[in-house]
């Protein structure tokens, strides 16, 4: 069987959970990808950050798309920055960029994970193994086939997605080491729902947004679910 990994962003780690219910942590995207490769190559990766990056007016089809599809989770869906924004020297000028390209601002949130959606953008143009975007929330939402209604940060979302999870058989162990010490509870379910979508992808039925993907710098821009 292909070994699938999910990633997702854990405050200044990458947390990734493999097909095989290990679970790693690093500072780097290269770096967390290294060490599942350890334990078997892995041939395709799920990520929760944008992968084909908008230059021209407007946002892009998949974010548009998977807000409509994830219903009251919408806001979680943040709408990907113009790549001269991602490249801007400052807050202030990616804002002004933004602005000037979609008619509307850019949040604090979205330009702090810009170093993250540069490295992922640099990886996904030289790795030699398929990695393909994914959002958690549109993740569960497929998984469920309903729209969650509890946020993640709550005890009644955790507790959710959790049952999910282990449903779809992800049920992760109590102790995950080193990555459970640094990562957020929140952040190991959505990089298990990655690597769920990543297996997905693999076996040729994930659900695409939009479909077919939009042409984006080279890059097919969509979300898989």
């Known amino acids: 069987m292909v070994r699938v990994l999910g990633v997702d962003v854990a405050k200044k780690y990458w947390v990734a959970v493999a097909s095989d219910l290990h679970v790693y942590a690093d500072l780097t995207f290269t770096g967390v990808l290294a060490q599942a490769d350890v334990d078997g190559r892995v041939e395709v990766v799920g990520v929760d950050m944008p992968i084909g990056l908008p230059a021209g007016i407007g946002y892009r089809r998949a974010d548009v798309q998977a807000r409509q ?7 979680s869906v943040f709408m990907t920055p113009p790549s001269a924004a991602l490249t801007a020297d400052t807050y202030a000028a990616a804002l002004e960029t933004t602005r000037r390209v979609t008619g509307r601002g850019l949040s604090r949130q979205a330009w702090a994970l810009r170093p993250r959606i540069l490295e ?18 549109l993740s569960f939402a497929t998984l469920a086939g309903r729209h969650l209604s509890a946020p993640k940060s709550t005890w009644a979302g955790l507790e959710d997605r959790r049952a999910l999870l282990a449903g ?14 640094v990562s957020g509870p929140d952040d190991v379910l959505d990089a298990a729902v990655a690597c769920w979508t990543a297996r997905r992808v693999a076996d040729g039925i994930a659900r695409v947004y939009p479909d077919p993907p939009e042409r984006l710098d080279g890059i097919d821009a969509c979300i898989r679910a």
């Open 69 to 75: 599809a994830v219903g009251p989770r919408w806001p």
């Open 120 to 137: 992922v953008d640099d990886v996904v143009r030289s790795a030699g193994r398929r990695i393909v975007e994914v959002h958690p929330e």
């Open 168 to 181: 779809a058989g992800f049920a992760l162990p109590a102790d995950l080491g080193r990555p459970g010490q």
